[in-house]
């Protein structure tokens, strides 16, 4: 693995917004780390060229006529496929939206835009965000960056490598049980999962509408808290976006954790973790204990049963979600003398193994007879975690766990069985549940010499503690890398 | 109800009416695409209501205002309300599911007044959004035998208030009327324009019969495509004898939705149940919940306008006519013109005949209520005959003017009262005989002895006096 | 406490899956119900919570009353909506026959 210095999003923009560098050579530089190893990772569906080449003349043209050129100028992003992009193909990953080009933005990608960053291509995920290896995309998989022969994680694995191979400093990708954070650790990158209606979901392609959220990927936590609060704050057009400006993170970053009190999840810290990574959550829970944090067990009972709920609500919603893929109005239509046979056509052959599995769980789930033991019987587990969680909160401002039970493991390794995959989201889907921020930070390497992540969670609207924290950690693995 | 109405011998219908209205509102349920009728197709689409991937919904204010609104009127209990799913695949639903409100829905437990009096019961009232506009190719333009269908999502997310009532309707007369009053109620409210044949109001029936005295419901089928009133009538009274029918061989009627004919005036068989009903409903994650308060509700009843039930009890109870004889002139909204004329002195009775007979039906009145009860009380007091008070109001009507300066330029010379009765008093004094003879004579003689009189007053005024005046004054100065 | 359901069936899944417009090859159906059946009952484990009184959470956020004003805003072009359809005729989405009446 090169040990290779990136510029950092707020370098570039510093550089751009200054005029000492021209965003086109920023885009420039990225795309040619892409041509060099892109074939290899398969980070992107669609790497959009000419379009960044364009959108950097832009923005180059603005700073020299002194205009506002935005707080990312000439900064490379990379967004994840299930992030609608006004003509340009949103393919989800699936057969079934395939060249599906959609005629409007998502929230975030304007507001990325209007902030001047630079959108470089389309990343790679699971089929609909639906795994966690992006082993289930219909494009073939995503390697990763620190070992091609494992998987980056998922769902959001193209956005995580393509930040881990430095094609891009920014990232975009969707968590709705773990996507985000989850590749994050795999991938040694900063992973942030935001309080649930911080960032706006109008024109995230819908998996889980009550767990999903759109989150940044970045090399540092400065970056991150950059890019969180641009694309974060309140949208009209979501009714689940929370009434207020997005939280303010970088000016809090360097306030440090003296005082806090953080409480490592016992039920995510013994059994079905594997000995190296929990090594490196002690050794962070130690370096934020010598900056001043008071470290204590924490206990969240309900966690255990967070994974079973999970697969209960996302499946339900996500059957529903993925309904309107019928091919009446757009991607794949197989014809057939009947509107019900040519949706049945054209879903059967659009959809893969795992959409399909979760549609008929979701299904199964919602139908009649058995609402009250499955769908709403999750829904009321959902509470019980949020109780536990505000227990927990009582008595600690932030909680620490692994974000994920191991590292990086090989592609085909976890395949056979979905259950087995499943279990990767045991540490991060009760904050999903639970609608509470949660990231992802490198921390140091596994047995393996891949990467191992922590994750911090905070409650509703904790941001900024939960960057504080991230911070510190960061600053120790700078004095300790090689 | 106690009473038990018989459809036939011994068999007794119950039916329930679903009925459907299309809100007024400037924008659609969940999006600002106009909600407006007979755009070139797929020009009012946005992401929202063309279920785009990645599109959300938000709730228009407005609809729910509106909504809240029809429930007070109907006298329903408004509550804390959540949107639904349901879950279905039909090409005119965008998303394959339809958000509506399920278990708990806005308005629930009203009741609707029926101008006999007698009240059918509201289950619910509940938003939700309309599907788009299917259109058949091939066959007879009908979905059967159709080879393909044309789908256009300009209705697609159009707000709906589904009022459903409870199975009270035992005629199909009171169906008609149910369905004719919930019409009013919501044109007086002014949220939907409620137009049968533009679709802005869809009735379904649900149908069924039951031996007389059998206390349980029976099977009940659905019936839609009932594009008018008329309908209404026809299809129940169609479907309930076809259940008849198959009971009296033996047979029982499938639960299933059909569609009404109206070109063969018979319903059919709609879609197998092999398709089941299955909605699979839970709560919409993509909406909050929405609690309105105690404020809103206070507001919401304090706008409401006069609805037409009380607007038949009011006129009936000034007027002293029955419920029944009101109905016309509360229908074309020329009720609140009568109480103004009566206000001002006029005679109740009156006016209410001259308003109902002489004035234009389809128009709101521009006549000032003061010179319209001027004309009426100068025909009541038999200044006017009626057929020269029909005269200035024709004139009225035309020109607008006073009706005492229309009289005159016409000639029509008011007979004073006084003046009239001192010509009766006249003539009397001048026959005493017969008048003697008047006074004591039973009615059918005074008849005949009226006219004699009434012909003396005549000839003395040269025809200017009003007949039944003259009978008046005659009556009264008798009776002394 | 509710009883646990019978574990799925392969017919359950049949049918499942004509509920969710998908057709399953006979080999699919063999694969998928016992994948299914058991995610499905690792999800039992959590019959061993007591949940009476609990009120299930819909929303993290207690949000409520999210509306707009009923003020129109500008649809999309409908040449952009059509471009994307598998079949357009006369401006309007193109479809074969439907034999199931919903509506």
């Not at chain 1, 991938?187 to 759109?214: E, H, M, N, W």
């Not at chain 2, 879609?271 to 994650?285: G, I, L, T, V």
Request: charged share 25%; net charge negative.
């Amino acid at each position: 693995m090169t040990a290779r210095v990136a510029p950092t999003a707020v370098s570039i923009a510093a550089e751009v917004r200054g005029g000492t560098r021209s965003a086109r050579s920023v885009v420039e530089e990225h795309l040619a780390r892409i041509a060099e190893r892109e074939p290899a990772i398969h980070a992107f569906n669609l790497v959009l060229r000419d379009e960044a080449l364009a959108a950097a003349d832009a923005v180059d043209a603005a700073v020299a006529a002194g205009d506002d050129p935005g707080p990312l100028a000439g900064v490379p992003v990379a967004l994840k496929d299930n992030l609608c992009t006004r003509g340009v193909p949103t393919t989800c990953s699936s057969r079934i939206l395939e060249g599906w080009r959609p005629p409007y933005d998502a929230t975030v990608v304007e507001r990325l835009r209007r902030s001047g960053a630079i959108t470089i291509g389309k990343t790679n995920l699971d089929e609909f965000a639906m795994g966690s290896s992006t082993e289930n995309s219909a494009f073939g998989p995503t390697r990763n960056p620190h070992d091609l022969t494992k998987v980056p994680g998922g769902s959001s694995g193209g956005s995580a490598a393509a930040v881990a191979a430095n094609f891009a400093p920014l990232a975009l990708g969707s968590d709705t049980g773990g996507s985000i954070r989850q590749p994050a650790s795999l991938c040694g990158v900063v992973g942030v999962k935001p309080t649930y209606g911080v960032v706006s979901r109008y024109g995230l392609v819908a998996f889980a509408s009550s767990l999903d959220q759109i989150g940044p990927f970045a090399t540092t936590v400065h970056d991150a808290a950059l890019l969180l609060e641009i694309i974060g704050g309140h949208d009209p057009l979501d009714s689940t976006s929370i009434p207020s400006p997005a939280p303010s993170l970088v000016d809090v970053l360097d306030r440090g954790v003296d005082g806090l009190r953080i409480g490592i999840i016992g039920e995510l810290a013994g059994e079905g973790i594997a000995p190296d990574v929990l090594a490196r959550l002690h050794e962070a829970a130690n370096v934020l204990e010598k900056a001043g944090a008071i470290i204590d067990t924490a206990t969240i009972p309900a966690a255990m049963y967070g994974l079973s709920a999970y697969y209960l609500i996302a499946p339900a919603e996500a059957s529903s979600n993925l309904a309107r893929y019928d091919g009446v109005r757009y991607g794949l239509r197989v014809d057939a003398p009947t509107t019900a046979e040519m949706n049945e056509l054209s879903r059967t052959a659009g959809f893969g193994a795992e959409v399909k599995r979760r549609i008929m769980l979701g299904t199964y789930a919602l139908s009649a007879g058995y609402y009250d033991s499955y769908y709403g019987k999750a829904q009321k587990v959902r509470t019980l975690i949020i109780n536990d969680f505000a227990k927990a909160y009582e008595q600690f401002d932030l909680l620490l766990s692994p974000t994920s039970p191991t590292t990086a493991f090989a592609l085909g390794a976890k395949t056979s069985d979905p259950l087995t995959m499943y279990l990767n989201d045991i540490c991060t889907i009760p904050s999903n549940l639970a609608g509470q921020p949660a990231m992802s930070v490198p921390f140091g390497v596994g047995d393996d010499g891949m990467p191992v992540g922590v994750q911090l969670l905070a409650p509703l609207q904790g941001e900024p503690t939960m960057f504080r924290a991230a911070a510190v950690l960061e600053a120790a693995m700078k004095e300790t890398s090689r | 109800m106690t009473e038990v109405i018989e459809f036939q011998p011994g068999w007794e219908l119950i039916v329930g009416l679903e009925v459907h209205c299309e809100l007024a509102t400037k924008t659609k349920m969940f999006c600002g695409c106009r909600n407006e009728f007979g755009h070139e197709p797929n020009t009012n689409v946005c992401p929202t209501c063309l279920g785009l991937p990645g599109s959300l919904p938000v709730v228009n204010g407005s609809a729910v205002e509106y909504a809240m609104r029809l429930g007070r009127a109907l006298q329903c209990t408004v509550s804390p309300s959540v949107f639904a799913r349901k879950n279905y695949f039909y090409p005119d639903m965008p998303k394959d599911y339809q958000v509506t409100q399920y278990d708990k829905p806005t308005n629930t437990a009203g009741k609707l007044e029926l101008p006999d009096g007698s009240f059918v019961g509201i289950t619910r009232a509940h938003l939700e959004e309309d599907t788009g506009k299917t259109s058949h190719q091939g066959g007879d333009g009908r979905i059967h035998g159709a080879e393909s269908s044309l789908v256009d999502y300009n209705r697609a997310g159009v707000p709906l208030v589904e009022i459903v009532s409870e199975p009270d309707i035992r005629t199909a007369d009171q169906a008609k009327a149910y369905v004719d009053e919930l019409r009013k109620i919501v044109l007086a409210l002014g949220v939907s324009d409620a137009k049968m044949e533009e679709g802005s109001m869809r009735v379904d029936a649900n149908v069924s019969v039951r031996p007389v005295g059998e206390p349980e419901f029976r099977t009940r089928c659905e019936i839609k495509n009932i594009n008018s009133i008329r309908s209404v009538g026809r299809a129940i009274e169609h479907e309930a004898k076809r259940h008849i029918a198959l009971y009296d061989v033996g047979e029982k009627p499938t639960q299933e939705t059909r569609h009404w004919d109206e070109e063969h005036g018979r319903t059919r068989a709609g879609r197998s149940k092999e398709n089941s009903d299955d909605y699979r409903y839970f709560d919409e994650p993509d909406l909050v919940p929405l609690v309105p308060t105690a404020d809103d509700i206070a507001r919401i009843d304090a706008a409401l306008p006069m609805l037409p039930a009380s607007r038949r009890r009011r006129l009936a109870e000034i007027t002293g006519a029955a419920a029944a004889d009101v109905t016309l002139v509360v229908d074309r909204g020329h009720d609140d013109f009568v109480v103004s004329v009566v206000g001002v002195g006029a005679d109740a009775k009156k006016t209410l005949t001259r308003v109902e007979n002489d004035l234009p039906p389809d128009q709101p009145i521009t006549l000032a209520p003061q010179s319209f009860a001027q004309l009426v009380i100068m025909e009541t007091a038999g200044e006017l005959t009626a057929t020269q008070a029909k005269q200035v109001l024709a004139e009225m009507l035309e020109n607008g003017g006073d009706p005492k300066a229309i009289a005159a330029a016409k000639g029509f010379e008011a007979m004073a009262s006084g003046a009239l009765e001192a010509v009766v008093d006249g003539i009397i004094a001048a026959n005493p005989a017969d008048w003697a003879e008047f006074v004591v004579a039973d009615d059918k003689a005074r008849k005949k002895l009226s006219g004699f009189f009434t012909g003396q007053v005549m000839k003395a005024t040269q025809g200017q006096a009003d007949g039944r005046a003259v009978a008046e004054v005659l009556a009264r100065r008798a009776a002394r | 406490m509710l009883p646990m359901p019978k574990p799925i069936s392969r017919a359950d899944v049949a049918h499942v899956a004509r509920l969710a417009r998908l057709r399953l090859t006979d080999d699919e159906l063999d694969q998928f119900t016992p994948q299914l059946a058991a995610v499905l009952a690792h999800a039992a484990d959590v019959e061993a919570l007591d949940v009476t009184g609990v009120v299930p959470t819909a929303h993290p956020l207690p949000l409520r009353n999210v509306v707009r004003a009923d003020v129109v805003r500008p649809s999309i072009d409908r040449a952009a909506v059509l471009a994307a359809a598998p079949n357009v005729e006369d401006g309007q989405f193109r479809v074969p026959s439907i034999l199931a009446e919903e509506s």
